[in-house]
């Protein structure tokens, strides 16, 4: 598989074969310094809202790099989901959020949005939530080299659980939020599979709590603004994998997979 890198947009005007390219610092670094690529290999770029496009470096020199373009940049989205999903998922622990963040991204959602809950033992000051959002950036960058995405996922700032449920999404086709709690009443709680199915190119939203889950008030409030709530299955999960299996079961049921 070629190596692929992130070149934010705009674009320069491309010529094929004759123009020459200025590889960016942070793609020279990678491209050369780490990955040792030299004259007469060939990479792919890509722009985050869809377009890619194949460049060989011509000229590698101790701290720059050229490259010329082997092709006009061309939407390719045809690795995208056919599912519009969102993952509000609350704050964990450094390591756990950055492995949902990546597994999220490869596993197709369109939007992640980062949020505090009652329980949520994570808090950060706005200077800290700065570094984080520029580091989950850069997560979700990698992330979608690596798994082929030319779309990168849109990240919001962190937000409070009622914060988000009270924004109006008139878009927002089934909405769900997940529960370890197998005791709340049946009329409370749904098993994923039993849900209505979703269309082909259905809104799906999703909300996972915090390692201590959500109180009742939070379960109601989520409720009543049109969420479902599920059990997946009859084991807890961890914050880190509850939102990843539950992605991984929405695609099997409704999107790609």
């Given at each position: ?5 992130f070149y934010p ?244 049921l409704w999107g790609d997979?």
């Amino acid at each position: 598989m070629r190596s692929r890198f992130f070149y934010p947009p705009p674009w320069p005007t491309v010529s094929v074969g004759s123009n020459q390219l200025t590889l960016p610092d942070e793609i020279f670094h990678h491209a050369v310094t780490v990955l040792r690529m030299r004259v007469g290999d060939v990479c792919e770029l890509f722009d985050g809202v869809g377009n890619s496009a194949s460049i060989e470096l011509t000229q590698v020199e101790k701290k720059s790099a050229l490259a010329r373009w082997l092709d006009e940049p061309s939407l390719q989205t045809k690795n995208e989901s056919p599912l519009k999903i969102t993952l509000a998922q609350c704050l964990s622990s450094a390591e756990k959020m950055d492995w949902t963040i990546e597994k999220a991204v490869e596993l197709g959602v369109n939007r992640i949005v980062p949020l505090f809950s009652a329980r949520s033992q994570i808090k950060l000051s706005a200077e800290r939530i700065e570094k984080k959002m520029a580091h989950w950036q850069r997560i979700i960058i990698a992330a979608c080299a690596q798994s082929g995405r030319n779309i990168r996922p849109v990240l919001t700032s962190p937000l409070s659980f009622y914060d988000w449920l009270a924004q109006n999404r008139d878009d927002a086709g089934l909405k769900l939020i997940l529960h370890p709690d197998p005791q709340l009443p049946k009329t409370l709680s749904q098993v994923l599979h039993d849900l209505p199915c979703a269309t082909k190119d259905a809104t799906v939203e999703l909300i996972i709590g915090p390692v201590s889950g959500f109180d009742t008030k939070e379960l109601e409030a989520a409720q009543v603004s049109g969420y479902h709530a599920v059990l997946l299955g009859p084991r807890v999960l961890r914050t880190e994998t509850a939102g990843l299996a539950t992605l991984s079961a929405i695609q099997a049921l409704w999107g790609d997979f």
